[in-house]
């Protein structure tokens, strides 16, 4: 075959084909793009939100029925009458369901799903109300007040139970969409190392299609991945890798024929085509989409470093600290009492750190190492574990018993809660670098300092010693440029299980 990326795939037919200047007919489209085979377990999830959304709405429209006949609250004649008008708005509940898209396959398993389900239900009995004020009976409380409730509570609750389910396979590696990634080896390379980074696995990266005829490297040759040596064959790479996706990572550098000429190759697949370049490390929330007289644009909000959520985050840092500095008292004397009894020297350990805009600060400790550790680096640096700019050493001689057990529990930096009470660092911020690092951060390393230092962060909660440099620099330039109060309140919750299981801690 002709250079195409194949992962345990049986067939091996392909064959190259020249992208038209014109767009195809649906017939030639037809055959150039056939269907994803690999799409069966997203039919499959489809159909069953489906059968589990008909078999809701029955039962609650069945509820309403009976509840209003044996109340009264309906007033819509003999039961005849009653079974006609339920048949009728069963197939208008469904029908919104249908038409809202709630099932499709690009909202299988995402937050957006739920949305769909709670708008399509109330524009549904919107439809009802309406329909009951234009004929004058009073027959819609029962639905109301029992089929709402009931029809709403049992769609959700079976669109979580299949949430969960899919979840579960594709931990297992299952139920993924397999991806087709179009572009220059280099950024072919940059989305797969993406998308394996990802702590929740969404794709299974099972082609790629190089441009200009260059060869994969790095990630991409790692996984497996053999390219196509033109982007033409895109049609016949998503065919060969079975795949349900097409992610173009690099521009193409013809406006936007080569995307129109792809596009229209995929209409009758049912292949989805994403567009990934130019947005690595922003977030969602700062980009806006517009279209002028057919020209998409896309809005990338400029990263802002004052204004009122700082301020909130800076309330939320004086309360949240304060309180625990009240609850955690008791912990901090047992803490004492042991690092005492353990060797001789103070309790608290200070070291000078560099903090938001380059201010320094003394920053707090428990101590766990012996009180020569600064003394004793300089011998140490030979044996240098750590990555780029950190020193790190999994069996540092320096670090004392009850210290090992602090350091594996982050219990050595919880004295961290004065310096945020303070004002010198927050609760979720980049790692507060020693004053010898800050002073070899080029300009890209310096945003680190744009915000205030965390006792907690992405870097916490991604690895912590385990990282890599510039996975570590990645991390916090991404948590600088995108953070928000909500991803704040996640970094907490994730750091709370980092504590209790450590990784990278040491």
């Not at 075959?1 to 084909?17: D, E, Y």
């Not at 780029?388 to 999994?394: D, S, V, W, Y």
């Not at 109060?485 to 980092?498: A, E, S």
Request: charged share 20%; glycine share 10%.
């Amino acid at each position: 075959m002709s250079g195409i990326l194949r992962l345990g795939l049986a067939s091996s037919r392909s064959r190259a084909i020249d992208m038209p200047a014109a767009a195809p007919s649906r017939t030639a489209s037809a055959t150039r793009a056939p269907k994803a085979a690999s799409a069966s377990w997203a039919h499959r999830q489809v159909h069953a939100r489906r059968l589990t959304d008909l078999v809701v709405v029955l039962v609650a429209v069945v509820a309403s029925v009976a509840t209003g006949i044996w109340t009264g609250l309906n007033s819509w004649g003999p039961a005849g009458h009653q079974v006609e008008i339920a048949a009728a708005f069963t197939l208008i509940w469904f029908g919104a369901l249908r038409v809202r898209r709630t099932s499709e396959l690009r909202s299988v398993g995402r937050s957006s799903e739920l949305g769909r389900v709670v708008g399509a239900t109330l524009a549904a009995f919107g439809v009802l109300a309406a329909v009951n004020g234009f004929v004058g009976v009073d027959g819609l409380r029962a639905y109301l007040l029992v089929g709402l409730p009931i029809g709403l509570l049992l769609l959700v609750a079976g669109r979580t139970f299949w949430r969960r389910r899919l979840d579960a396979d594709r931990a297992l590696g299952l139920s993924l969409p397999r991806v087709v990634v179009v572009g220059a080896a280099a950024d072919i390379d940059f989305v797969v190392e993406q998308l394996a980074r990802s702590t929740t696995p969404r794709y299974v990266v099972a082609g790629a299609v190089l441009s200009e005829g260059l060869l994969a490297t790095g990630a991409a040759a790692s996984a497996g991945l053999s390219p196509v040596d033109r982007t033409s064959a895109v049609t016949d790479a998503i065919a060969v890798a079975n795949a349900d996706l097409v992610i173009l990572a690099s521009h193409p550098g013809d406006g936007g024929e080569f995307v129109r000429a792809l596009s229209w190759r995929l209409e009758s697949s049912q292949a989805e085509l994403v567009l990934a370049w130019c947005l690595d490390s922003v977030d969602r929330s700062r980009v806006r989409f517009d279209t002028i007289d057919g020209l998409p644009l896309m809005h990338v909000a400029t990263p802002t470093f004052s204004g009122g959520k700082h301020r909130t985050k800076r309330a939320m840092d004086v309360v949240a600290s304060g309180l625990a500095l009240l609850f955690l008292a008791p912990l901090f004397g047992v803490i004492a009492l042991f690092i005492r009894r353990d060797t001789a020297g103070p309790v608290f350990f200070r070291q000078e750190r560099v903090g938001v805009d380059g201010t320094r600060f003394s920053m707090v400790k428990f101590r766990s190492m012996t009180t020569t550790a600064e003394a004793d680096l300089a011998a140490l640096l030979e044996q240098n574990e750590g990555n780029g700019l950190l020193f790190k050493l999994r069996s540092d001689p320096r670090v004392t018993r009850v210290g090992s057990v602090l350091r594996r529990y982050s219990l050595d930096e919880l004295p961290q809660l004065w310096n945020i009470f303070v004002g010198h660092m927050s609760i979720v911020g980049p790692r507060p670098p020693l004053v010898r690092e800050a002073e070899q951060y080029d300009d890209r390393v310096q945003r680190r300092l744009y915000i205030k230092p965390g006792l907690t962060g992405a870097w916490q909660v991604g690895g912590r010693s385990d990282l890599s440099w510039e996975e570590s620099i990645r991390l916090d330039l991404n948590y600088v440029e995108n953070w928000s109060l909500l991803g704040d309140l996640l970094i907490m919750w994730r750091t709370v299980g980092v504590v209790i299981g450590p990784v990278g801690a040491y």
